[in-house]
């Protein structure tokens, strides 16, 4: 037996391992500024809960904020609550659902196949460039991917297990799919519902879940869903779910800020954004078909295809909108690699040279980025946006070791590709997950505080400089959620001291300071306002009182 099997049939020595892998998650958490919008958007909700002292309604600038439900944000303020108001605080939910996540799939995998599937399954989970990325930031989808992807594993013992406690599935599948609602909205449970209806199709009904299980799962939604809504619509009314529909509406028929991409986004997505996986998992998803416990691989298979084809319906794209295929993915590539190690699979040729160069292109594509934004009059010389120029023509201090991280992976890919000639899926594993820990702490410690300051370091640097003053700070001509968060927007103004049309004619009792983008001259034209500063893409201006 391998040191490989022996870990991994060992539940202590797995948890560790796994737990040890997961500390890289909290590494380097807070070095960087939240980013504008949603990571900005979500801690900036969690800090007003804190400061308003009202923890049941969803607040942006303390005006109600339909898009989303609580629950993410009561985890941030939990956190904000031990560590502050910043960003490690905002990201160290999701750092622990990263082990949350691994802990999971190997005691899944470990149950329903052996401590070296599930072993297998979490390392390659972890090795995946976007889900080892998510766990780092401040977004909701993590914690509720998680949710759909638990709530669905219920309900596959339902449908295709033998177990005598059904019902307690079926409850627990209900009671998880309603946090996933009560994270981020009914697509939630939609996603549970469509992976349901496609499976049953493809099983042409047979077995159908009987009427009592039908019924659990809904009292265990109910049961959760209502502990929070029975008491926002007693105080509020049925805003919010009117709200939530529309605005669930307009996600799935129109182009919500800006987000229009062809339908292939999110195949490209998740093709780049997912190596190694989405190579390795290419036999099980196109070709092969296992017989596996539960029928797992079908139910991974319609997860990830329903959410796929789904989201690149939908008119609005964003990258983390295809999230919810990460898992099932690396379902079918750990089911790949299980079988490869068992002899029952060989890596064709095809597949390993398709691993090979999709690694070095992203590999390549690494290394090109700090050495494109060093060579800095070169990209002026082609961008003709002045946001853009003035963003890019800053005195950063690139030392060129910038280039490791994208080396790193090239030079990763091609040790794994040896390994993965040689079948040898022990070796496989190991590298690449050394590959990318070592090339996401080189890309987050060397390369993302660099980018954070060309695009948003000038603007929140001001916003956390004006902390503590009297005065009113807001922003003209561009969305952006990081004054709210950096200036620490205070609890308590009138509703017109919000609204920028008082800012700029009203009667003002104290300063207001109005940031632009420096391709905006509108304010420029309005006497109140002078211009104090222009520097990285941005210009502050600042309206005095008339008494000064």
């Known amino acids: 037996m391998s040191t490989f099997e022996q870990i991994a049939n060992n539940s202590k020595k797995s948890a560790l391992l796994l737990l040890l892998l997961s500390v890289v998650f909290f590494i380097g958490l807070g070095n960087v500024h939240l980013f504008d919008w949603d990571e900005i958007n979500f801690a900036e909700s969690a800090r007003e809960m804190i400061a308003s002292g009202d923890y049941l309604r969803v607040q942006i600038n303390f005006e109600p904020f339909w898009e989303k439900p609580p629950f993410f944000l009561w985890l941030q303020v939990g956190s904000m609550k031990l560590f502050g108001v910043n960003e490690f605080a905002a990201r160290f939910p999701n750092a622990v659902f990263g082990f949350v996540y691994l802990i999971s799939l190997y005691f ?64 627990a599948s209900g009671a998880i799919s309603g946090l996933s609602v009560l994270t981020k909205g009914p697509v939630g449970f939609l996603l549970l519902a469509l992976t349901l209806l496609i499976y049953l199709t493809a099983k042409k009904f047979k077995p159908f879940p009987k009427l009592k299980y039908i019924g659990l799962f809904f009292l265990g939604l109910l049961s959760v869903l209502l502990s929070w809504l029975s008491i926002e619509i007693i105080n509020n009314g049925f805003t919010i779910i009117e709200k939530f529909i529309a605005y669930q509406t307009e996600l799935f028929s129109s182009n919500v800020a800006g987000h229009e991409q062809p339908f292939y986004y999110h195949f490209v997505v998740v093709f780049l954004g ?47 909108y295809s999230s919810m295929t990460w898992v099932p993915l690396s379902f079918v590539a750990a089911l790949v690699l299980y079988k490869a190690s068992k002899g029952e699979y060989e890596f064709q040729k095809s597949l390993r040279f398709l691993f090979l160069s999709v690694g070095i292109a992203i590999g390549l594509a690494i290394t090109a980025i700090p050495l494109i ?24 201090p690139w030392s060129g070791y910038e280039i490791t991280a994208g080396i790193l992976f090239v030079l990763g890919t091609a040790v794994s590709f040896v390994f993965l000639k040689k079948n040898s899926i022990t070796s496989l594993i190991a590298s690449i997950t050394t590959t990318t820990t070592l090339v996401l702490l080189c890309i987050q410690l060397l390369i993302l505080p660099k980018v954070e300051k060309i695009t948003q370091g000038t603007a929140v640097t001001f916003y956390k400089e004006l902390q503590g003053e009297n005065c009113y700070v807001e922003c003209y001509g561009f969305k952006s959620y990081a004054h709210y968060f950096y200036f620490q927007q205070p609890y308590g103004l009138a509703p017109e001291q919000k609204t920028t049309n008082w800012l700029v004619n009203g009667e003002i009792d104290k300063p207001v300071y109005l940031i632009t983008k420096s391709d905006n001259n509108e304010v420029e034209q309005w006497p109140q306002f002078t211009r104090i500063m222009e520097k990285g893409g941005f210009r502050m201006y600042k309206r005095q009182i008339e008494s000064e």
């Open 108 to 171: 899944i995998g470990k149950k329903h196949f052996s401590g070296k599937f599930g072993l297998l399954w979490s390392l390659v989970f972890y090795a995946t460039l976007l889900p080892h990325i998510y766990f780092k930031s401040g977004i909701i989808d993590p914690i509720f991917n998680y949710f759909i992807f638990l709530s669905i594993y219920f309900m596959v013992n339902v449908i295709s297990g033998n177990s005598k406690n059904k019902g307690r599935y079926a409850l």
């Open 274 to 320: 997912c190596f190694p996986i989405s190579i390795l998992a290419l036999p099980a998803l196109l070709k092969r078909r296992w017989d596996t416990p539960l029928n797992l691989n079908t139910w991974m298979l319609c997860l990830f295809w329903g959410v796929l084809i789904l989201f690149s319906i939908v008119t609005t794209k964003i990258i983390h």
């Open 373 to 396: 934004l060093m060579n800095k009059e070169w990209l002026l010389s082609i961008t003709e946006n002045k946001y853009a120029y003035d963003s890019i023509d800053q005195t950063i």
